[in-house]
């Protein structure tokens, strides 16, 4: 899986060496999933009996703007977003999403099988959520207006995507 994020999303001015997996089209993921014996120390193995496989924290892309209608991200890491993902906007990624703002488009984390992923942002009002081969949506009544007081977290828990308002600390509040 090689990122070909639409020229606007990134800047054009970042040098190569801030995003060198966006630049060296031939070095990104054509070898990802194999084990690389000088990187075996930094990812876990694979857990057999559910295909899940964690991803090693120096595989995530920050992405310091909104996406809008038609930009699509696909990352095999983590992905984290300082902005809005609007509807019509796609994020795909092998490990967790972190929106710093409203996740309004389409989210798919722990695109590989990782149903450990999480999607996660200040707002979750997603047109679809998916979590591994899990998938929700925001329901029908919700509220676009009303300021948000706690981050969200979707997450799959008992073979189904649950979301959750999270309060400082990380204590939870409430299950919708």
């Known amino acids: 899986m090689q990122l070909t994020p639409p020229s606007e999303i990134l800047r054009h001015d970042k040098p190569p060496e801030i ?3 966006l630049y060296n089209k031939g070095s ?9 014996p000088q990187k075996a120390d930094k990812a876990s193995h694979i857990n057999d009996d559910i295909g899940e496989v964690e991803i090693p924290s120096d595989m ?6 909104t996406l809008r209608s038609g930009q699509s991200i696909r ?7 300082l902005g809005d993902v609007n509807p019509g906007a796609e994020v795909v990624a092998g490990g967790n999403i972190l929106v710093f703002g409203t996740l309004r488009g389409i989210a798919h984390a722990g695109a590989h099988g990782n149903t450990k992923a999480i999607v996660a942002a200040f707002k979750l009002n997603p047109t679809q959520v998916r979590i591994a081969g899990y998938i929700t949506r ?3 009544n919700a509220e676009d207006d009303c300021v948000f007081q706690h981050p969200e977290v979707a997450r799959v828990y008992d073979g189904k995507v649950v979301i959750e308002k999270l309060s400082m600390g990380g204590n939870k509040v409430s299950t919708q």
């Open 75 to 81: 990352y095999p890491g983590h992905v984290v977003i």
């Open 19 to 21: 995003y060198p997996h």
């Open 138 to 140: 925001a329901p029908d």
């Open 28 to 36: 990104q993921s054509k070898d990802f999933g194999k084990k690389d």
């Open 60 to 65: 995530t892309i920050l992405i310091q703007r």
